[in-house]
């Protein structure tokens, strides 16, 4: 073999292995990132029960009369309209704090995701397909979804009280993912909206 084909297979070589490296240590950081959280670990829904008192704990505007329900994750009609998601196949337990008056536009939903599971993407694809018009008769404004480790919040309400409830939620957490939000599309009225006058 030549020499100067012997540099070229090292240079190579050595190519190869600095790009492994580096996607390494990409990778690893990401993972330290989605890990580093200050949020207690959660073993079953009640824990997550529990994180979600501590939530309301520390905001500073009143919540409605909220509930917590604990989300079976067997029946992915609750799934989708309380998620997004199309099924629960990457969560291992999730909650629901909402009004016990369905015209009353407030949902905060925490879930931990299984090992192996991407918690950035999961709160992404809740954020993107969960409905905000989902009551009866009104909407939320504003939606607020992310991660903390293996924990993903998702809270979608009026501006003000959507806020409060993230920014504590994030004084909690220490550390975040990356953060989604939304807010709610304008309702679009047909063009003619005008009714003949009786005379």
Known sequence: MKK????????IAAIIIIAIIVMAFIMNNKT??????????????EDLSTLLDKIYDGIKTDIFNVETRTIDLEDTTSVK???GLEDAQNLEYAVASEPMISSQA????LAKVKEGTNPSEIAKEMSENIN????ICVSAEKLYATNSGNIVFLVMTNEEMATSVYESFKSLAG??????EKVAEEEELPEDMSFPIPQ
């Not at 905000?132 to 009551?135: D, G």
């Not at 550390?175 to 989604?180: A, I, K, R």
């Open 4 to 11: 100067s084909t012997k540099i070229i297979i090292a240079v």
């Open 132 to 135: 905000m018009r989902k009551w």
């Open 175 to 180: 550390n975040l993912g990356e953060v989604y």
């Open 81 to 83: 309209s309380y998620t």
């Open 32 to 45: 330290e990132k989605n890990q580093n959280t200050q949020l207690p670990e959660v073993n079953n829904a």
């Open 106 to 109: 407030y949902s905060l939903i």
